[in-house]
């Protein structure tokens, strides 16, 4: 049977493919070094376990509304306050499973057939395909380190089509690292406005920023759709639970599709959740935070000397989005023989995007810095003296 | 701003109308009998919250596979086999957040841009929603009790157009209660192959059936879409679990639309899933079935008896659709006004469709005898001798 034409046209991630060998390799007895995984290594944080084991006792466990329990938005509105110094009406937050159902719900709520999404390219695989389902068409612009590998307000300008309906903006980004200014965002709010388009704004990995703590979008913006996550910053992957913050008008839009496509986000992971924005939570997801840069700062000037062509210092997130192409054009090859050949696993380009991807790496910090040392020597081993190709 | 076009198409719930009026009764002190529930009223079984703490306790709740954990679609497996009798291998499941991922991911697999689906009408009215987020067309067939309500294969023939894609056929059906024969679905799955088009099954609300058990049409169908929850027949409503049975050549691309959609599912829920199959869960369960199959047999000859056309018996899931029309034919204000001067709260025939939706209800069974007895002396008071007009 042929499946539906958006199938074909959603690629696999190339990710899966260094997983399934590095598997492979490691079922072989080959120690390997993951720079490919897209999730935290920290455990959930205890006091959300703890959380977790009241809610299993309380037995409430039924659906809840669709647009999450109210202690739980509270809770979010709450965190916009005090770590912020922003007001968010609780009312605007729709809790969800996972950035995963926030992303599509905005874009349901937003796209119609043929409408176009401005994203960048490189970006996040899977914004593409949430358009892509919902028969709109995602329009990857190529951006590069001159502008840091975002969306600028003339790229928007210059991009923008009859057909464009939105703009998605992920800061930091994944796969970069990279992120806006809070000036660069105000101005290409305001391109949006002028267009009568949406923005929507993905502040995943806002939580895990090094530096000068970014502030949200919300902030700033008279009008957008800004996304969240409680797995990067919080640890909690596997609960599936991310959030949403939406004009107020929206909400009751955006809660019909939810009923619908959802009926409602995990009990046990919103009743977990609670425990996220409490200081002591804070305290142990902050210790975290420089644990993750500490990292970087052993890894980017590291690849750096090997070669890696990184010219935008990545400020946030756990991926460091690298130029290999003094070492080859086929990032995918080279992926693959680096694993066979060094046991380090990292992710091709491709999965990203399709400008420049063949000369581009992620590499992921989500392990420790003795195996990211490990790592290093392995590929110091591998290409020799910065320039020179592989053996 | 003005939503995307499907946004406009889909419908609210009238519920949900009916929940938040029966709330405000509730806040004034006005005691609210509820028959407006799609949800077991019974707590998750105790052993499944057993192995959720063992999940919480072994720290291990990353993301798992976009297919599900392993032991998870194992056990799945091995369900059908010692209650079914059948075979289906473990790499056919695929583990959903909710039935609602299941059929979202078997539409977006199937469904081009206005390919049709022929369902039911009445019928579950996500599943119309669903087709329609996707670009797709839900086309409802109107069924009555000269066909227990359902789909047949002379209906799915007399229907089908060059636009048919699929058949959706929910077994026990929600809203009516009402089953789909072995033999007249191999039937309809016959009439789906010869024109090229695929069958997708609900079987949701098949562990809730009441007298001889029904097969599930994975053991007669060569080809079908087979989907499941573990909301109803194992209380885990609010943990977002269901699965599917797919062809075993579209795993890989039902896989690779999970990944972008999902992620994966909740893995606290997964684990905790685990308990499910073990016979001291299905023990509990299936005395919850029983008292369901109790309720159905109190409230049956009692809503007859009261003038309710309830011409097929239901023998599924815990609703009975009703036809009202002896009292009124616009159901949505027989349920307005039955709740304000009653305190009885029922779901009107609106939210399952067009066809003869104003002359029905959903009386759902999801509360204890006692509380049915007092919403039948409620229904008795109110609507008078059978027959006559209410007051």
Redesign the interface.
Known sequence: ?S?????TE?S??QV?EVQTAARALEAAGVSVIHLEIG?PDF??PEPV?RE??LA?AS?D????SALGIAPLREAIAGWYSTHFGIVVEPERVVVT??S??AL?LVM??????D?EVLMADPGY??NR??VR???GRARGVAVGPDTAYQLTPELVAKNWTPHTRAVLIATPSNPTGTQVSPQALREIAEVVAQRGG?LIVDEIYLGLSYGERPPSALGSLDRAYVINSFSKYFN?????LGWLVAPR??VR?LE??A???????????QRAALACFRPETIAIVEARRREFQARRDLLLPALRDLGFGIPVTPTGGFFIYADCSRFSRDSMKFCRDLLQETGVAITPGADFGSFRAGEHLRIAYTIAEDKLQDGLARLRRYLGTPGSPPK
């Open positions: 049977m499946p539906a034409a958006r199938v959603i696999p991630f899966m999730e455990p959930t376990l977790a084991r299993l037995g466990l039924y659906y809840t499973a996972g995963s159902a599509l349901a709520l937003l796209v119609d057939r409408d695989p899977c395909h949430f389902v919902l028969e949406e909690m992957t596997g609960w599936r008008a929206e839009n019909k599709l009923q619908n496509l959802y009926i409602s986000p995990a009990t046990v992971s």
